[in-house]
């Protein structure tokens, strides 16, 4: 059994997807579809642009978006369709891509979304009065009471469940950094503050979760062709009236890909595919299930490489 799975923020980078839209039409037409969706030339930044204006969370979401579904496209134009899957994922923002390759959003909806998601996201707390840090070498248990101890009446909260030796802590700045020295403390292997521009993934962020229920509530959200493993349920749901409430709670809730790594595996994946840029992914996957083969599918070279790895 097969997965395929797309990256969050971070994988981004100038230049991404370039090549897949030279070598595929279809590919081309997807960031050509994002950037009327948006109104801007989204593309010109992606390729030719300045990585601090691409890392701004308002252009890095529709951007590793429209990325990811440039990969799918030129799979497709090789006859790799989403029935190849049994079960679509993605990290944090990759949800969306999941959702969009499956064809329960559409692209267009799915850019709009993005941007509103990436400006509330942003807005939801003043730039300063929150962070993220990753904590390395602590299991999930231990990382959730480091977050806890060094809450103190602030926010802090167990972020990204990664991988067994990678959770990610967000909340208030000060509760954050609390977090960095008693996780030291208790043998974590490293603690640093990660460089992000707000506190995803916590309670802060309710204020960008209201603002996600008022945008879904306008977009229609399919069936999706396979299942969709969740973030925040880690394991498998179609119905699209509980996708529209999962996408709401993911905003304030952890990214469950540990457990959904497992959930997979234990359902009989045996092969998982970083469709778009980068392979953070793989590399999570690899350290929560060694038995579960991985393949980034983010230049042409890699499409080709898939397809005929498939067609064996």
């Not at 642009?49 to 799918?72: C, D, F, K, V, W």
């Not at 009446?153 to 208030?172: E, I, K, M, R």
């Not at 879904?216 to 880690?234: D, Q, T």
Request: charge should be negative; charged fraction near 20%.
């Amino acid at each position: 059994m097969r997965a395929f799975v797309f990256p969050g923020q971070g994988a981004q980078a100038i230049g991404m997807g370039q090549a897949l839209a030279h070598t595929y039409p279809a590919a081309q037409a997807v960031f050509d579809e994002v950037d009327a969706a948006l109104g801007e030339p989204l593309s010109r930044l992606v390729w030719q642009g300045e990585i601090a204006e691409l890392t701004l969370t308002r252009n890095a979401q529709p951007a590793l978006m429209a990325t990811s579904l440039a990969a799918m496209r030129a799979l497709e134009a090789e006859g790799v369709t989403m029935e190849a899957a049994d079960f679509v994922a993605g990290h944090s923002l990759g949800e969306y891509s999941a959702l969009a390759a499956a064809g329960a959003l559409s692209i267009a909806d799915t850019a709009r979304l993005l941007r509103i998601r990436g400006e509330a996201m942003q807005e939801a707390v003043p730039v300063g009065e929150g962070a993220m840090a990753a904590l390395l070498g602590l299991d999930f248990a231990t990382a959730t009471a480091v977050a806890e101890e060094a809450a103190q009446g602030d926010v802090c909260q167990a972020a990204n469940d990664n991988d067994p030796g990678q959770v990610v802590v967000s909340g208030h700045k000060a509760a954050v950094e609390r977090a960095v020295e008693i996780a030291k403390g208790k043998g974590a292997k490293r603690a640093m503050l990660l460089p992000v521009s707000a506190p995803f993934h916590c309670r802060l962020m309710q204020p960008a979760a209201d603002r996600m229920a008022a945008a879904l509530a306008e977009v229609a959200i399919g069936v999706p062709a396979v299942p969709l493993v969740a973030n925040v349920r880690a394991e498998a749901v179609n119905d699209p009236d509980e996708i529209r409430a999962l996408l709401v709670a993911q905003v304030t809730g952890s990214v469950r890909w540990r457990e959904s790594v497992a959930w997979m595996a234990a359902r009989g994946v045996t092969e998982a595919w970083e469709i778009g840029a980068g392979k953070a992914l793989s590399g999570m996957i690899k350290r929560i299930d060694r038995a579960v083969a991985t393949r980034a599918v983010g230049t042409p070279e890699d499409v080709t490489a898939a397809v005929g790895a498939l067609n064996g």
